[in-house]
């Protein structure tokens, strides 16, 4: 794979640790808190619709981070 620079150790790494901090762990947040701030106030999520929009935007932001580090 030394051939490709997109697949070399450096940014793969990078692309990795960005998709993991920003992909992963935000949404486990995001989700710990909409869930923690439903149960405590005893009230459903007004519009529970708009987290897939959210989701989807974040996702597709995640995606374009992590083609950008691998692309250079």
Excluded: D, K
């Amino acid at each position: 794979l030394t051939g490709s620079p997109e697949l070399t150790f450096g940014r793969v790494r990078m692309a990795h640790l960005q998709a993991v901090g920003l992909g992963w762990a935000s949404m486990a947040t995001v989700a710990a808190c909409l869930w923690q701030m439903c149960r405590l106030a005893r009230c459903e999520l007004i519009y529970p619709r708009m987290l897939y929009v959210a989701c989807g935007l974040l996702n597709v932001g995640v995606f374009l981070a992590v083609a950008g580090i691998l692309l250079g």
